[in-house]
């Protein structure tokens, strides 16, 4: 296996200018929503901080394809309006009934059960109005595109389906195999529509396409194995939601499948396949357009919320 490394790159700088440049555009991308409580509520938990990870993997896929960031910034934000709608609904009592999200009380928990829903479904539909209206710059078909992979990700191929199987095996005993499935639906689908549809806005080759298929692969793994490690070994209040929830739930997880030791194996090794990947384009002229998303890789497994 060919080591892919990324090295003479300042990540911390990178990831900080980029969550700063994502923060800007989620406070402009809220118009004067009608009636005021519910633009309330959309603001409150899309602005409430996290790391901001989707929307800065479709800018960083965008770049390594050869394309101009800015033009997947409002691509970026639909993914963040996506990823921000489905944290809403994973909280409701009917779902995960969780109190605390991103540091604070849950949209419910504020705003009601109803307008949670309601803000969420505005968040969702106006993910879709981002790319088909807002994402001026970037030809049709590339959008159509963008709106096909965000279609996937959100519905029954991607988050819902995900949701509903992980619902369906609370308190009951779950194999690999499933465990695998709810993964790369609930979390996976999401991430690799991140990175497809940035390169797709840059009107990225085949080769490429498949190649970010495998690393999104890897990483949404590997992100919701390190998820499952964090769930038990971090604090409530470093992860800004609710510690301990995957016990209380009675859910299967990969430290309770595998131990800890082994879990932790497994998301390294995955993200190294994801590196991987992309090593045809981590080297040579183009090498420092890779170093971001090689860089996110390994910062999947090595965050600690
Ligand atoms: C209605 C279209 C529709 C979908 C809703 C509720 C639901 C279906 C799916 C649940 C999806 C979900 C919440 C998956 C968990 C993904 C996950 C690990 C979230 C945490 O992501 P981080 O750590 O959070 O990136 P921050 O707060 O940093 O953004």
Redesign the pocket.
Known sequence: MTAVVSTGFDFAAYLEASRLRVEGALEASLGPERPESLREAMRYSLLA??????PILCLAACELAGGDADLAMPTAVALEMI?T???I??DLPA?DNDDLR?GRPTNHKVYGEANAILA?DAL?TRAFEMVALRSPGVCAERLLAVVGELSLA??APG??G??VVDLECEGRQVDLDTLEYIHLH??GALLRACVLSGALIAGASEPLLAALTTYARGIGLA??II?DILDVTASSEVL?KTAGKDLTADKTTYPKLLGLEESRRRADALVIEAKEALAPWSAGAGADRAAPLLALADYITSRDR
Request: hydrophobic share 30%; no cysteine.
């Open positions: 901080g996290g790391k901001r990870l989707r990823h709608m489905s944290l609904h994973d779902m991103r969420g969702l959100s519905g988050l819902v995900g949701q609930k979390t992100f919701q998820d800004g």
